[in-house]
């Protein structure tokens, strides 16, 4: 057991792993799950975000982001026969933001309104970033604008309902509700795992944002904005479709993939756990 509490590179990669296998496991089953529209109100599972969210203020924030990152990118993007070059990157940046920055404001992981408040401001940063990148994607004409019925013929009004919509669904439902219930019920069962002891506001890993912190967040903004735009503008670098994207073969083989990785990744876990108990 760490008595600092400070986390190692190896605790570090547990946790990245754990958050790439079980997000990347959670944004394959998003792809089955089927939208429904009401109105002008669509209802569409956007992500699992309370899988990182949980790892975030239990554990590493920036691990955890990084991780739910690469998952999506690697299983819902790769493995099912796609990817977007530079574009990849303003979900990558904005997604590992938005976790990172929820795992930093909280202190106190047993405080439930304390997570919830962090959780639903990480969605709704990510969510926002996305949004202020699809506004200037149609400002510097790199992209047409689609006007949705029922809502004024504005970049702005289109894409801030659709922030919103998606915040009010999926960021509760989804997101803050679960990361609620999990964070203290988790708290301080699983950290032994790691040989860790559960974070408090003493610990260093439980620090709010710094200023560094923030410019670098702002900084991944950012190349997220300048990325984008250069791949909606034909300057992807590499831009690949394999004739079987997202087929049910190309979906059941990242599915076992996740899966897989998931697994071992828990059992070098509770090996460990078990070494340290018996040593």
């Known amino acids: 057991m760490n008595p600092q509490n400070k986390i190692s590179q190896s605790q570090k990669l547990m946790v990245f792993v754990l958050s790439m296998s079980l997000y990347g496991l959670a944004t394959l089953f998003t792809e089955l799950i089927p939208s429904f529209q009401v109105g002008i109100v669509e209802f569409s599972v956007e992500y699992f975000l309370f899988i990182p969210l949980t790892l975030a203020m239990l ?37 590992t933001i938005g976790v990172y920055v929820a795992g930093r404001l909280v202190k106190n992981p047993r405080n439930r309104a304390a997570v919830a408040g962090a959780s639903i401001f990480g969605v709704f940063l990510q969510l926002f970033m996305g949004t202020v990148v699809d506004i200037l994607k149609v400002q510097f004409a790199v992209e047409d604008f689609e006007a949705v019925a029922g809502l004024p013929e504005s970049v702005f009004a289109t894409e801030g309902f659709a922030c919103l919509n998606d915040l009010l669904f999926s960021g509760i439902l989804f997101c803050m509700l679960p990361t609620m219930f999990l964070v203290p019920k988790l708290y301080g069962k699983i950290e032994p795992l790691l040989g860790m002891k559960p974070r408090d506001e003493k610990t260093m890993t439980g620090s709010a944002l710094s200023a560094k912190s ?25 831009d690949w479709e394999a004739a079987w994207a997202e087929s049910t073969t190309a979906i059941i083989v990242a599915i076992v993939a996740a899966v897989v990785v998931a697994l071992i990744v828990i059992g070098v876990i509770r090996s460990r756990a078990r070494s340290r108990q018996s040593a």
């Not at 702002?218 to 300057?235: H, P, S, T």
Request: aromatic share 10%.
């Open 59 to 95: 554990f590493d924030p920036l691990s955890a982001g990084l991780g739910a990152a690469t998952g999506e990118l690697v299983f819902s993007e790769i493995m099912l026969g796609q990817f977007g070059g530079l574009g990849e990157l303003e979900k990558f940046l904005t997604v």
């Open 214 to 238: 923030i410019g670098l967040c702002l900084a991944g903004f950012v190349v997220a904005i300048v990325a984008q735009l250069l791949a909606k503008g034909g300057y992807a670098l590499i």
